[in-house]
């Protein structure tokens, strides 16, 4: 038996029994061999003397139980009715009765798909403290090639033979690959030992360099090429492949950075984090599946949690409530479509409130329109599997949480709440059998507009500046304070002006509250737009040059010095008519003293992020996920209807999906009144739909559920027995 270099007696008498064992199936062949040498019942003698068992009961086998293959293999690639049936007809493997034992270990595979998506990028990262390790790498008699730092399959091996606690679930388990040390300059792998090719016998170890290694596109076989990639990769930051037959294809560096998330260094150059982020948008999977992804991310991890059962734990029998979910790209203006149109009707809806890490708003009240709460608490409600969806929006997580879904309501409440599109995906996925409402604003440069409002000036002004004044050609500085010049803000306050759309003019000396003209995602200082001197009464078509002079934005100061501007008329921002400048201003920063002595940190924080051009892809790409909810909706018919302005094709599809309980439409959240209106006539049929159709899969009808425990029990009896 393999050696077993550091053992903590204390934990391995934690191990507690466990029943599956969780093998995604494209990992297997890994696995398999893994276990090769693995005795799978482990006895005193295999122990070392700290470790004493207490009866022959102590004997942990190992056992594989692949019920999570199907639904990670199935879930990425197949839709909905081929999972739901092959999961329901697939017949569980039965647990080997050969080894029987008192402990299971649950083995899980870190290679790959788990980490890299969504939930956690490296959850064991405990690189040093292992406890047991069932095959060691140090007692590997490493092989000339080996010792020149090829990767091969035993190395892999032994790196992967590690048992420790799983942080999602506490329950032991057999994972981790670190090959940290062991590809220290290159990374170098063969898939198969018998493929090595002659020259590599001949290679002396030092002149080993990287172009030999042998990750070529051109191969052919299960862990060649870019193939290899996903599966060997999760813990490398530096990779050097030029000259490497990989580094000859097109996409070479884009498959890198998709393929190994933790990168840093490429070829020795730094990856930027902006290179990453496009590269990551560029290849993000369909909604589809990215939501399949996520359903079975969570879907695992409902399976290897325990569930308490609490006065909160409703009867099997009870459905889950009828809801209605308003799904668009952000910033659309989802939410206050929803809580709009819930205060119209406050006795027939409950809003569903999601939990979310993003920082709170000025203007947002907490468990109002979201729980928020940190990160740390965020992933401990997802290890506990406590969501039913879960999102990752503009870098912030979003969850909706099964005791939101099931609070207590009366009957015929029905749930209002908002979603994108991968959390309404999975909603239907689970048999919520939402009706979806996709909110969109009608025309995109609208919708870029108002994305600029809420993200680019929020984002910029209160995060770098303190005040803002802009002057005109006049040359009307306000003295008293310093300024200053940098083309960043000039860009920005150009922009500001030609797309800021100011409506009409106030009616009164007056400042906007800017939090309000920009009821931001990214949380900001209270900041405030204000005039100093008032505007004219009358109505205005353009503002001129004077005016505009006067327009300042500036950060409300904490001794409350300023608080005269909080007068904010919050509707004269919507109230100001439109205008075009046609100017250019000399555009001009006063800085607050404060910002003066920041200013280093500034500067040095612009040289960073390169703001504006950052911001722009931000919009861009949130633009882009407008395009993909419009392709999604044209790709899959009935999921949203076409065009809003065709009622009567609104009218036949609600009949053709009122069938499936599911009603499609669409809703402009730019056009108020006539949003308010369809959802209201949508509130009306749901209210009529028929609650009797609800129906749920019943697993104890399943014929391979009754295979499967009537063998469970006989095992159970036979262990008795015995
Ligand atoms: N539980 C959830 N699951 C998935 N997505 C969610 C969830 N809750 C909210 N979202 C989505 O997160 C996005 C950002 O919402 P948030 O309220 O933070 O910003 P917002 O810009 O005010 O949104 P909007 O203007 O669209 O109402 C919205 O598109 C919303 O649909």
Same mark, same amino acid.
């Given at each position: 038996m393999s050696s077993y270099n550091q053992i903590n007696p204390k934990k391995i008498q934690d191990l507690q029994p466990s029943m599956e064992v969780l093998v995604p199936e494209t990992r297997t062949s890994t696995l398999t061999n893994l276990f090769e040498n693995v005795p799978l019942r482990l006895t005193q003698e295999d122990l070392p003397s700290e470790y004493s068992m207490q009866s022959e009961a102590d004997q942990i086998s190992i056992s594989t139980v692949s019920t999570m293959e199907a639904v990670y293999s199935l879930g990425l690639h197949e839709d909905d009715e081929k999972l739901s049936q092959k999961v329901a007809h697939k017949p569980p493997k039965q647990d080997s009765s050969d080894h029987p034992g008192k402990y299971e270990l649950i083995l899980f595979v870190l290679l790959g798909s788990w980490g890299t998506y969504?939930?956690?990028?490296?959850?064991?990262?405990? @690189?040093?403290? *292992?406890?047991?390790?069932?095959?060691?790498y140090n007692d590997l008699k490493l092989t000339r090639q080996e010792k020149s730092g090829v990767l091969t399959e035993r190395i892999i091996a032994c790196c992967s033979s590690y048992l420790d606690k799983c942080p999602q679930t506490g329950k032991y388990v057999l994972c981790k690959c670190n090959l940290a040390q062991k590809v220290p300059e290159v990374f170098k792998f063969i898939p198969?030992? @018998?493929?090595? *090719?002659e020259r590599f016998e001949q290679q002396e170890a030092d002149a080993f360099k990287s172009e030999h290694n042998q990750i070529g596109f051109s191969e052919e076989g299960p862990n060649c090429g870019f193939k290899a990639l996903p599966d060997l990769i999760v813990f490398l930051t530096e990779v050097h492949l030029k000259g490497n037959p990989i580094a000859s294809d097109d996409n070479y560096y884009e498959v890198c950075l998709k393929c190994i998330q933790p990168i840093l260094i490429l070829d020795g150059d730094v990856v930027s984090a902006e290179d990453k982020m496009l590269v990551n948008a560029k290849y993000a999977p369909t909604p589809f599946i990215a939501s399949k992804k996520n359903h079975s991310d969570l879907f695992l991890l409902e399976q290897l949690s325990t569930w308490e059962v609490t006065n909160m734990t409703l009867p099997i029998t009870k459905a889950p409530p009828r809801m209605i979910v308003v799904v668009g790209p952000p910033g659309t203006g989802q939410k206050k479509l929803i809580q709009e149109f819930y205060e119209r009707h406050p006795k027939c809806l409950r809003l569903g409130i999601s939990h979310t890490t993003r920082p709170k708003n000025v203007n947002e009240t907490e468990g109002e329109c979201y729980y928020f709460v940190s990160e740390e608490k965020f992933d401990d409600m997802v290890r506990n599997a406590e969501f039913v969806t879960v999102s990752d929006i503009l870098g912030y997580a979003y969850g909706f949480s099964y005791e939101e879904l099931m609070k207590p309501s009366s009957r015929d409440t029905i749930l209002l709440l908002h979603t994108d599109l991968v959390g309404a995906l999975n909603l239907r996925m689970i048999n919520l059998r939402p009706y979806l409402v996709f909110a969109l604003y009608y025309q995109s440069d609208a919708y870029y507009s108002q994305l600029l409002r809420k993200y680019y000036y929020t984002y910029w002004l209160s995060r770098n500046y303190k005040a803002l004044r802009i002057i005109n050609d006049s040359g009307k500085i306000n003295s008293e304070t310093s300024s200053r010049v940098t083309s960043d803000i000039e860009e920005i306050l150009k922009d500001i002006i030609t797309n800021l759309p100011i409506k009409e003019s106030p009616t009164k000396k007056s400042s906007v509250k800017f939090a309000e003209v920009n009821p931001s995602f990214i949380a900001q200082p209270e900041c405030y737009m204000y005039s100093t001197e008032s505007l004219s009464d009358t109505k205005v078509t353009s503002l001129n040059s004077d005016e505009i002079a006067s327009l300042i934005i500036e950060t409300k100061k904490k001794d409350g010095g300023e608080s005269s501007f909080n007068l904010a008329d919050e509707d004269v921002f919507h109230s100001i008519s439109e205008v075009e400048f046609d100017f250019e201003p000399i555009l001009s920063v006063v800085s607050e003293s404060k910002l003066e002595e920041d200013s280093d940190e500034v500067r040095k924080q612009n040289r960073r992020l390169k703001p504006n051009q950052r911001i722009d892809k931000f919009i861009d790409n949130i633009l882009k996920e407008r395009e993909l909810y419009i392709r999604f909706h044209r790709a899959n018919p009935g999921i949203f209807c076409e065009t809003v302005n065709l009622i009567n094709t609104i009218n036949f599809i609600i009949n053709i999906y009122l069938e499936n309980l599911t009603i499609l439409l669409q809703v402009f959240t730019d056009k108020a009144e006539s949003t308010i209106q369809k959802l209201e006539d949508l509130l009306k049929r749901v209210q009529n739909s028929s609650r009797d159709s609800w129906h749920s899969y019943n697993v104890k009808n399943d014929p391979a559920f009754k295979e499967m425990m009537t063998q469970r029990l006989l095992d159970l009896n036979r262990d008795i027995e015995e």
């Open positions: 969504g939930i956690e990028e490296n959850p064991w990262d405990d @690189d040093d403290k *292992p406890f047991v390790r069932f095959r060691d198969q030992p @018998d493929q090595i *090719p």
